[in-house]
């Protein structure tokens, strides 16, 4: 852990210490024939391996949707499992193209680290989970609590920031793994474990040894607009990644999904044709193929089905569509126009 | 030497110096420059910026509100805790099972080697969670806390017992149970006492082969001189064999205790927040790695160098006194 921490530090010093950086993104991936994705080392719902080393979850799929846009199949796709901690190094040193793995959009994140945020592909905010027995009903209630916490997160800064302004004091347990993180809290190691609430959802459903001994708390104490992000400086693959998240949310907006998707290829809606590539011109102004968009609802689905199928009410995780519903449905999913 | 082959030769010395600091600073003006343009923030300043983050445990007083700076000597204060004691204790250890090795009776003999063995060749990290897992397992919860002596608590939080306070004269600072956990006292967290019984135990296995070789490195003579001038086998090692194999064991064991200090940082594992945890951290809400990077390994180097410096110097004193 040490040695790889020391060698990722390594590879970003001499990354950046190399004159020339090496040539524009898309053609880096063209040339290797893979997209290489950061994602989380297992969050049941965002990225998860299962024991054949077949990766899903929601931003699994959205690295599988960009590689179906730029190479014209999911499948082309190489993931790289970072923790909270070692996500950072990997997409500044350019050891993976973009960093699909619930991180939350900061200011900082773009001004001090260098990176550029697509749009979200899942709005959440950071709660607190408690066992039953506590017999705790509000955050209000945590004072003097340990609250177990995964470092380097925005979890951590939001922690101090809610419990200061509350009046309150706790113990921050921070423990690297998010294996170990779990298991301490579900030790009863701490009496509270912190993160962004489908963080919490995802624990609760995949590693609490009884879920039904767990809640989570009613408050959420930040916005955490969880969304891809790219090395600032390659403003081609920064619009690929971002018109990839677009066309997600704009084909369920239409209405157009893997299933109907070759019947709508028919239609007469101009929005669609351009989207699917029927008029063509959309793919050459990302420079990549007319396809594109077909190639991301038919191999990966809109943005609504990659959401049922991942964290919907119909997966372990149980999450509502909520404030990720689409904003004709009361929803902040906003797709900018393709055209 | 000639006078002119003398000149040469230092006109030589100075062209490749000149040409390492060159390349240098080439590296250096590089790294800054691309830095720049990938929009990733450099220099040192950050250190006096809020840090913003809280940390478990404090030797000296910490905020949110406090620098980076701050939370990284909290974080050293924290390394040095756990490096002194563990050195002292993996010392004591250590030597106990050196001695026992060489021991004439075969169980105690043979209970060390097995020490010995299963220690050293079972990785530390492993080790680490294997003990922090049975601290915090094996011990209930805050509410159900065991007693252990009046005002001394055993729970999965750790151990909490009294600290004698001064503020408005004397009194006893006990510890009692507010809400979740216990307040007042002092408290030995699982995580602290995991790394440190992790640390020790793992490196008293090495320093009792180095005090077991030390003890065979004394000539047989002096041990058999001892017991004719009528010395009990006790007597005999800690007056004549034990000072004599200090020479030989001293310097092998300032590898030992460089090792315990840079083990510690294993402690990320764990939860415990020393050095390496707060740099971590650091690292990652202010984006400088190289920075925060090196400013961990000069820390770690200056605190090789301090050790080395203080064992080298005991070293020779006890290898003046000898002869
Ligand atoms: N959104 C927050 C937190 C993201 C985060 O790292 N969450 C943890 C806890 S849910 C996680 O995904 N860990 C998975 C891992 O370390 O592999 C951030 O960007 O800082």
Redesign the pocket.
């Known amino acids: 852990m040490n040695l790889s921490r020391t060698l990722t530090a390594a590879l970003l010093a001499m990354a950046i210490v190399m004159p020339a950086w090496a040539g524009p993104t898309l053609d880096k991936v063209k040339k290797d024939g893979v997209v290489t994705c950061g994602v989380?080392?297992?969050?049941a719902g965002?990225s998860m391996a299962d024991r054949q080393g077949k990766y899903t979850g929601i931003d699994v799929d959205t690295c599988r949707a960009i590689a179906a846009a730029v190479l014209g199949s999911a499948d082309k796709v190489r993931f790289v499992?970072a923790?909270?901690q070692q996500r950072f190094t990997l997409l500044q040193s350019g050891e993976i193209d973009v960093l699909t793995r619930?991180?939350?959009w900061t200011l900082t994140r773009e001004g001090d680290l260098g990176f550029l945020f697509a749009p979200p592909n899942y709005f959440d905010g950071q709660g607190f989970m408690v066992a039953k027995k506590a017999g705790v009903k509000s955050a209000k209630e945590l004072d003097g609590a340990t609250v177990c916490v995964?470092p380097g997160?925005?979890?951590e800064l939001n922690l101090a920031d809610y419990f200061r302004t509350n009046k309150m004091t706790f113990k921050p347990l921070v423990i690297e793994?998010?294996d170990e993180v779990e298991n301490a809290f579900f030790a009863g190691r701490c009496d509270a474990y912190s993160?962004?609430r489908s963080?919490l959802a995802s624990s609760r459903a995949g590693k609490a040894p009884n879920p039904d001994d767990y809640v989570i708390l009613p408050e959420v104490i930040s916005k955490?607009p969880?969304a891809p992000a790219v090395r600032q400086g390659d403003d081609e693959w920064f619009d690929i990644v971002k018109w990839t998240i677009f066309a997600m949310i704009d084909a369920e907006e239409k209405g157009v999904t893997s299933k109907n998707l070759d019947d709508m290829k028919k239609s007469d809606d101009p929005e669609i044709q351009r989207m699917l590539g029927v008029v063509p011109g959309m793919g050459k102004s990302l420079h990549i193929g007319e396809d594109w968009g077909y190639n991301i609802v038919k191999q990966v689905g809109n943005y609504g089905e990659v959401f049922d199928r991942n964290v919907g009410p119909a997966s372990p995780l149980k999450l509502d569509r909520g404030i990720n519903a689409l904003w004709n449905k009361g929803g902040l999913m906003y797709a900018m126009p393709i055209r | 030497m000639n006078n002119a082959s003398r000149v040469r030769l230092i006109l030589l010395q100075a062209l490749v110096l000149g040409a390492v600091v060159a390349f240098g600073a080439w590296l250096i003006h590089n790294t800054l420059t691309n830095l720049e343009s990938r929009g990733i923030a450099t220099g040192f300043a950050y250190l006096e910026r809020q840090a913003s983050f809280q940390i478990g445990e404090t030797l000296i007083a910490f905020a949110p509100t406090d620098t980076y700076l701050r939370a990284l000597m909290v974080g050293l204060l924290n390394t040095l805790e756990v490096a002194i004691l563990g050195c002292v204790l993996a010392t004591f250890l250590g030597v106990a099972i050196g001695i026992a090795r060489l021991s004439s009776n075969w169980l105690v003999r043979t209970l060390a080697a097995v020490y010995v063995e299963a220690v050293r060749n079972v990785p530390l990290l492993l080790q680490l969670i294997v003990w922090w897992d049975v601290l915090r397992v094996s011990a209930p919860a805050p509410r159900e806390a065991w007693l252990l002596m009046p005002g001394v608590f055993l729970s999965n939080r750790g151990l909490v017992f009294p600290l004698p306070s001064f503020t408005d004269g004397f009194h006893w600072d006990i510890p009692h149970l507010v809400g979740f956990n216990f307040a007042g006292g002092h408290t030995v967290t699982p995580e602290f006492a995991a790394l440190l019984a992790g640390l020790v135990v793992y490196t008293a296995a090495f320093i009792a082969e180095i005090v077991r070789s030390g003890i065979a490195g004394v000539a047989k003579g002096q041990g058999e001189a001892a017991a004719a001038l009528g010395l009990k086998p006790w007597l005999a090692m800690r007056l004549v064999i034990l000072p004599q194999a200090k020479r030989i064991v001293i310097p092998p064991m300032i590898g030992e205790y460089l090792a315990l200090t840079k083990n510690s940082s294993l402690a990320v594992a764990i939860g415990f927040p020393e050095l390496m945890s707060i740099t971590n951290t650091t690292l990652n809400q202010t984006g400088q790695a190289i920075e925060a990077i090196t400013l961990m390994m000069v820390v770690y180097l200056g605190l090789s160098l301090a050790t080395s410096g203080v064992l080298n110097w005991v070293n020779a004193r006890a290898a003046l006194q000898g002869r």
């Open positions: 989380t080392t297992g969050l965002f499992p923790t909270a619930n991180t939350t995964q997160t925005t979890t793994k998010l993160t962004d963080g955490e969880l």
